[in-house]
Each structure stands twice: as C-alpha cells, then as structure tokens.
C-alpha cells in the first residue's frame, strides 16, 4: 500500500529548461510534504518543504506546489542545471509528526546540456 | 566539521549471523532514525529514537534491533530473524525529536554472502 507515489522512475530535460517531478499521495491525514535529493552512495539531503496551509513555497530555483484536493505535490526547478542531475524524493508526514515520513520510490532526474 | 557518519561502507553477512551497523552523529541532534532502501522502493523507517535510552519501531522492525546509550550513536543491529537484510541501509538525524528536516548519512550497503 503505497501511500507516496512519484509514478514517473526518471525525467530527462534538457539544460536550461523547466523541470517538474510529481508526487501523489493517498492518506488525507498528510500535512507536512518534504522534497529531497540523492547522489548516487550519498544520502539524500533536504531541498525544501511545504506545510498543508500553503500551496507554494519557492526558495531559488526550486518551487514546491501543492494541490490538497487532487492529493497532488510538484517541484519545479527552473532553470534546470547539470548540477541537478540525481533521484529525488518525495515524503509526508501526517499530524506533525515528522518522526515518521513516509517516502516515494523516487524519480531520477537527468539534465543535459 | 558537523554530520553524520556511518560505517562500514559495504558490509557482507553470512547466513544466521547478526551483523551491526554503526550511526554516529556530532550535530548534536536528539533525534536518530534507521531506514531501508530496496531498489524501486522508497525509504521505509525501520526504527528512530526521539531521545536518549528511547527508541520506537518503525513501518519494518521485525528482525533488527537498536540501542541508544548516547546521544551520538544508534547502531543497528541486523539479526538472523531478518530473512532478507540486503539494502542499502541509511541513518538519519534531526535536531528534536519532530524536527522539520532529517539529515543523512551516506548509507551503509549490507550484502548477504
């Protein structure tokens, strides 16, 4: 029973344009959504976040936006640099507890030039 | 230099052996969690400790076990009764118990020989 799905395994863009990964999830009770990002033999580290009461967060190049009635979360990076290139994550919590997130299988995100 | 560190790098386990693997923090952080990467899946918690001489399962406890005798270290234990331990194992750490952001380790790759 998935409760984080990020349906697309990889994403191929070029440099310079817009990226967008997807997360759905299914359990209403989430209120708190994390993006995170993963190097190949690195753990995967913070990107941003996004809280219920809100519908976008932005911090530089990187946008979350959330729809709570499609159960629906996307990051956008624009512009999209080789940098960028890694699997990235999505997570929820439900009732501030974020002791316990619950993790997408990923999407792995390539950028060429 | 601040983070988190988790040793072996590779590890290889025999059939019905208990094998441990290390988690050491100097964050200075209350909170330590253990999760399991399979491939195509997403991080799934196997136990996390909000404080000192506690700690709670996780979605997949069954078959490892963990201590937290200090504040810097959460080793887990990967017993015999886990029938099927190879993953990418990765620890994580957050400034209180609940904390918005979870930092990781590099990971730690059990292989069964």
């Known amino acids: 029973d998935q409760q984080v799905k990020q349906n697309s395994p990889s994403l191929s863009v070029q440099e310079g344009r817009i990226s967008i990964l997807n997360c759905d999830y299914t359990?209403?009770?989430?209120?708190?959504f994390l993006w995170y990002k993963k190097y190949p033999a690195e753990g995967p580290t913070f990107l941003i976040s996004?809280?219920?009461?809100?519908d976008k967060n932005e911090d530089g190049r990187f946008t979350v936006f959330l729809n709570k009635s499609a159960k629906h979360l996307s990051l956008h990076i624009v512009p999209s640099q080789p940098g960028d290139s890694a699997v990235y994550f999505c997570?929820?919590?439900?009732?501030?507890?974020?002791?316990?997130?619950?993790f997408g299988t990923g999407t792995r995100l390539q950028v060429f030039p | 230099d601040g983070g988190i560190t988790q040793s072996p790098k590779y590890l290889f386990r025999k059939e019905g052996q208990n094998v441990t693997l290390s988690c050491e923090q100097n964050?200075?952080?209350?909170?330590m969690y253990w999760y399991r990467q399979d491939p195509g899946q997403g991080l799934r918690l196997i136990y996390y400790?909000?404080?000192?001489?506690?700690?709670q399962k996780g979605d997949i406890a069954e078959g490892y076990s963990v201590s937290r005798e200090k504040k810097e270290s959460f080793p887990l234990t990967v017993t015999s009764a886990q029938k099927n331990p190879t993953a990418f194992y990765l620890c994580?750490?957050?400034?209180?118990?609940?904390?918005?952001?979870?930092?990781f380790g590099p990971g730690t790759r059990l292989l069964v020989l």
């Open positions: 400790s909000q404080i000192v001489n506690d700690f």
């Open positions: 994580a750490s957050s400034i209180l118990a609940g904390a918005e952001t979870q930092y």
């Open positions: 996004i809280s219920s009461i809100k």
């Open positions: 359990n209403s009770m989430f209120d708190y």
């Open positions: 964050l200075n952080h209350d909170a």
């Open positions: 997570a929820a919590s439900a009732g501030g507890n974020t002791d316990k997130l619950i």
